[in-house]
């Protein structure tokens, strides 16, 4: 089982920044590829973008192109997503899950959810 741990949300004004951490521990070494996720109230869950964990390619929703950077640290087994240029409707909480590959992960991210992060971007 991979198990994941969020953190690094918070309230902050448009036009802010925040970045957030995704520590992962457990079975992860069958896993090629990280990625993060959102769900604001009443919506469902929603790609926002993922790496190859060996590769690096990336990947994002057409959302946050431009504004938000993932990247990792292998040896930490961490990944992040920088976000800049924020606005109220990235409020949501942030997850991250783990996937067999990029395009993989948009749809079959394999783990079971984290209790993820709160980012509220306030108007």
């Known amino acids: 089982q991979v198990q994941l741990v969020e953190s690094g949300g918070g309230l902050v004004q448009a036009g802010g920044s925040l970045r957030l951490s995704c520590a992962a521990s457990g079975r992860t070494g069958s896993t090629y590829a990280r990625g993060w996720f959102r769900q604001a109230p009443g919506k469902e869950r929603e790609f926002v973008a993922a790496i190859g964990w060996i590769s690096g390619v990336t990947s994002y929703a057409d959302s946050v192109k431009g504004r938000f950077t993932i990247s990792r640290d292998n040896a930490r087994n961490t990944v992040y997503l920088q976000m800049h240029s924020l606005k109220p409707e990235d409020t949501a909480v942030y997850y991250c899950?783990?996937?067999?590959?990029?395009?993989?992960?948009?749809?079959?991210?394999?783990?079971?959810w984290g209790q993820g992060t709160q980012v509220t971007v306030s108007s």
């Open positions: 899950n783990v996937g067999n590959s990029v395009p993989d992960i948009v749809t079959h991210p394999r783990a079971s």
